[in-house]
């Protein structure tokens, strides 16, 4: 059961003991207790103008938004949403910088004004001031569900690194310094052909993805066997396992399609090397039928060539069909009468097909259209 509490923090809790580490861009406050920049979270983008205006908001006594923080097993607190207010008012109180104060702070200097120069009085009332907290806790699942829920206010955080979040481990770092750390070697090496953004954790959540499916396992969409993955991995002394198959992925990518094109950006190539992999593959003749597809007209989805040059399905290239003016020029030469059947159909109750098929060098114009009735092309189409 997911419990959340309202809890009350003067700033004086929070920002006592913060520190910041750059090389591990870690954060924390609360005297250890508080990660204001877990891993998932993103670097802090605040610009001038928005840290100053919470400093201001907090020095004229005004309401804060509301704030979430997660309780971790250990007792610890992690920062869900409210990162880059809590690093603004940290840095302020840490003298870092210094703002314009509000006319309600009587004061000499009234720019650039920096914590340490502000009289008692002001000091106190902005150490005392209350800043609200929902504090979540549950198991692992019942953080996804709020974390889902936070993200219809707060920032949007991607499915991915909503997993990440709730399912850290040793393991998942090594992880994400091959597929999601700036300048990884999944970008530096593959980026051509894997779509997403990487430091959104769109490559990670691909390689989980085939991998899970490499591995047969089971759940409830993508997400679900991914994070299945995630679970059954998550103790793994590191992700070299991980590395090596995405590895051979595209080591095999690049043995049976070895010209590059940029319709191979995005495709699924995990899945078809999970089921095609151990075929005995002619590269040659692969070569020249990417060739020919790619100039075909009527392969509208390029994307679908690879895959369907390995099953063969005519449905994944996703091929041209005819024009409305098409099909009510060829309905009229017909006079609404099914080539088939010989029965007469309204338009809307036929569909147009080619006579000669596409694999059969068939194109979609107008004297290889022929309209069929419903039943009619379907029994044509399942021959
Ligand atoms: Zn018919």
């Not at 059961?1 to 809890?7: A, F, P």
């Not at 940290?90 to 340490?116: M, T, W």
């Not at 759940?219 to 103790?235: L, S, T």
């Not at 191979?264 to 060739?291: F, I, Q, R, S, T």
Request: aromatic residues 10%.
């Amino acid at each position: 059961m997911m419990q959340v509490e309202l809890k009350k923090y003067r700033i004086e809790e929070i920002t006592n003991g913060f520190s910041e580490d750059d090389n591990s861009s870690q954060v924390i406050a609360m005297g250890g207790k508080l990660d204001i920049r877990p891993k998932y979270q993103r670097e802090y983008v605040y610009d001038d103008e928005k840290r100053d205006k919470v400093i201001d908001t907090v020095l004229r006594g005004l309401p804060l938004g509301v704030m979430y923080f997660v309780e971790r097993d250990d007792g610890s607190l992690e920062v869900l949403d409210g990162q880059q207010r809590l690093i603004s008012i940290c840095r302020y109180a840490d003298n870092q910088f210094g703002i314009k104060l509000p006319d309600n702070i009587v004061h000499q200097i009234k720019s650039e004004a920096v914590f340490n120069i502000l009289h008692d009085g002001d000091k106190e009332k902005f150490n005392n001031y209350e800043i609200n907290v929902y504090i979540c806790k549950g198991t692992y699942k019942d953080k996804i569900d709020w974390f889902e829920t936070i993200n219809i206010a707060g920032e949007k955080l991607e499915q991915q690194e909503i997993l990440n979040a709730v399912l850290h481990s040793k393991w998942l770092d090594d992880a994400k310094t091959y597929f999601s750390k700036r300048n990884c070697p999944a970008h530096r090496v593959y980026s051509r052909y894997m779509k997403g953004n990487y430091i959104r954790q769109d490559y990670l959540a691909t390689a989980f993805a085939w991998a899970a499916d490499n591995e047969d396992i089971e759940g409830k969409g993508r997400r679900g066997k991914i994070e299945n993955y995630m679970q059954k991995h998550r103790k793994d002394q590191n992700a070299k396992e991980l590395w090596s198959y995405f590895e051979s992925v595209f080591s095999w990518v690049k043995k049976a399609f070895r010209n590059y094109d940029e319709s191979m950006k995005g495709v699924e190539w995990g899945y078809l090397y999970n089921v095609h992999k151990d075929e005995l593959l002619d590269p040659d003749l692969l070569a020249k039928e990417v060739k020919n597809l790619l100039e075909d007209s009527e392969v509208t989805n390029k994307h679908g060539i690879y895959e369907y040059l390995l099953t063969n399905k005519e449905r994944v290239l996703n091929l041209r069909g005819f024009s409305i003016q098409d099909k009510t020029t060829q309905y009229s030469k017909q006079k609404g009468i099914c080539t088939i059947c010989g029965k007469h159909f309204e338009l809307k109750d036929m569909e147009a097909d080619h006579i000669t098929p596409w694999h059969e060098g068939g194109r979609t114009t107008l004297d290889n259209c022929q309209m069929l009735c419903k039943k009619c092309n379907r029994e044509k189409g399942g021959r």
